[in-house]
């Protein structure tokens, strides 16, 4: 069975830094896709990035990119010059070409310091 | 346009009451999902409906939940007999799934749900 891990449960960072947050998988699939969902109080879970696992190219959004390693199954999420907004739940998820599940990771609580 | 929305956005119910949870798609979205997000922890897939196939009920927990979709649109969640351990946030998500497995699902703000 597939499973993602996160191994952050919190992270800080500086206004303006930059932060990455970790995540692992485990799946014996080659064609599957990984995605980070940002969740801020307001529960609504947002879309932040989206990687398919045929592609070497790792996926960028702006001042979020992934480095997507397939051989090690890391997909990690780096936020570059960090802002108050960007404070939330980030939640990397995985699934599979052949099915519509995702399958969660825990969670990583990121809070921003001023 | 507008997004996937859910009613209510809070529910406090007492043990042992029934409570319906709605979601609205994002119109033409023919995928639409239902997760459960229990404190501090990820989500947890409850069912799943695709247009007019029969849906894959396979994550709901116990013969308590149920979900219908009316007309291809509007779902309600059903939870009987409301247990405590059944507190929980409730998301709804759809996506544009057409044949295509790439699709991302856009989620609701969820609905709390508080058993007594």
């Known amino acids: 069975a597939q499973t993602v891990t996160q191994s952050q449960p919190e992270m800080s960072v500086q206004e303006a830094e930059t932060v990455t947050l970790s995540c692992t998988y485990d799946?014996?699939?080659?064609?599957?896709?990984l995605f980070w969902y940002k969740q801020p109080p307001s529960r609504q879970m947002i879309l932040v990035i989206r990687?398919?696992?045929?592609k070497q190219q790792n996926a960028t959004e702006n001042r979020f990119s992934v480095n997507f390693q397939k051989a090690a199954k890391s997909f990690s999420l780096k936020i570059s010059d960090s802002q108050l907004g960007d404070a939330a739940m980030y939640f990397c998820?995985?699934?599979?070409?052949?099915?519509?599940?995702?399958?969660w990771g825990a969670g990583t609580k990121l809070i921003i310091k001023p | 346009g507008a997004g996937v929305s859910q009613s209510p956005s809070n529910k406090v119910t007492e043990k042992g009451k029934d409570v319906e949870l709605r979601c609205d798609p994002i119109?033409?979205?023919?995928?639409l999902y239902w997760y459960r997000q229990s404190l501090g922890q990820g989500l947890e897939f409850l069912i799943y409906?695709?247009?007019?196939?029969?849906?894959?009920k396979s994550g709901l927990p116990s013969d308590r939940f149920s979900a219908e979709r009316t007309g291809g649109s509007v779902s309600t969640l059903t939870i009987q007999r409301t247990q405590q351990e059944d507190s929980a946030v409730y998301l709804c998500?759809?996506?544009?799934?057409?044949?295509?497995?790439?699709?991302?699902?856009?989620f609701g703000p969820g609905t709390r749900l508080t058993v007594l």
């Open positions: 119109s033409g979205h023919t995928a």
């Open positions: 799946t014996s699939e080659s064609d599957y896709y």
């Open positions: 990687q398919e696992a045929y």
């Open positions: 409906f695709q247009g007019n196939s029969a849906p894959d």
């Open positions: 998500a759809s996506s544009s799934t057409s044949g295509r497995r790439t699709d991302t699902q856009y």
């Open positions: 998820a995985y699934r599979k070409d052949s099915n519509y599940q995702l399958i």
